[in-house]
């Protein structure tokens, strides 16, 4: 990590060119609000989980992937807003006076249409367009495919395994991170070893099934599910083979990034029709990747 990350009470003052938005999945909406701006403000937690957790929807990326796509797309700095119910109540006017200009010295601000902030979401975009100390740019929301992207539309491709087409929305492939969790070494017995991470209640998952994907850069085969071959009892796994790759990786953190759903997650009657299915998975993976392109 390089960029500079900052909580809102840490900043030190200076012109910057502002976007603000709760960012979740930096996708090809939030891209186009970010811009050209060196500074972008994220809401966290997401501001329903202060507001109505009960209605708060999962995740599409935590934080640290948030942070590194915002970085990869050239933002020089985040600093973090800390949602609270003392945040939730704050005045637009004062938003506008107290933290834009004279906590950040905005000089450019950058919002979507249907962006809203302060006490009762009373703040408008119009609002921040009256404000003669910076100027006002509010970005339309984008379509990708003739419909309009939205973190609840990324939601629901990504939970019905859909990851191509969430991918277009996104702008990069849908990942997930975690620490690699120690299993039952079955799929090394299989001779298919595999790095296994435990979904966060919090994050969306992907459909179960089978999925060519990239773990820490390389190529790999992914299962999501709960391996009906096997009665383990144990819970949502994603169970990640890497190609040609045999590392301990218990204990460290993994990223993967999902190409491709190849298939549906299945009962074989054993393991010789199981590990002749993950022969044929790993093959198709392994062409996947080699011929993968961004999202455009």
């Known amino acids: 990590m390089s960029i500079p990350v900052t909580s809102l009470s840490d900043v030190e003052p200076r012109e910057r060119r502002v976007a603000i938005g709760t960012f979740d999945g930096v996708h090809v909406g939030h891209r186009a609000v970010i811009g050209e701006a060196d500074t972008v403000l994220p809401f966290e937690p997401h501001p329903l989980r202060v507001i109505r957790p009960e209605a708060a929807p999962k995740l599409i990326m935590p934080f640290p992937i948030k942070r590194d796509v915002i970085e990869g797309i050239g933002v020089e700095e985040l600093v973090v807003i800390g949602f609270d119910r003392e945040f939730a109540s704050i005045d637009p006017v004062a938003f506008c006076e107290e933290i834009l200009i004279d906590k950040l010295g905005a000089a450019h601000v950058s919002v979507g249409e249907n962006f809203r902030f302060g006490a009762r979401a009373e703040g408008t975009p119009e609002l921040l367009a009256s404000r003669p100390e910076f100027e006002t740019r509010v970005v339309p929301l984008v379509e990708v495919d003739g419909e309009t992207v939205s973190s609840t539309r990324i939601r629901a491709l990504v939970s019905a395994g859909e990851v191509e087409d969430a991918a277009r929305c996104l702008g990069a492939p849908f990942m997930v991170e975690g620490e690699v969790a120690g299993g039952d070494r079955r799929g090394r017995e299989l001779g298919f070893p595999t790095a296994n991470l435990i ?39 994603i169970e990640t083979h890497i190609i040609d790759h045999d590392e301990n990786l218990y204990g460290a953190t993994l990223r993967v990034a999902f190409a491709r759903r190849l298939r549906g997650e299945r009962r074989f009657s054993g393991a010789e029709e199981l590990v002749a299915q993950m022969e044929r998975d790993v093959a198709e993976a392994r062409q996947v990747c080699a011929s993968f392109s961004r999202p455009r």
């Open 199 to 237: 979904p966060g209640d919090g994050l969306i998952c992907p459909g179960h099934g089978v999925y060519a994907a990239f773990a820490n850069g390389r190529p790999a085969a992914v299962n999501v599910g709960v391996r009906p071959t096997f009665e383990t009892g144990r819970g949502l796994l």
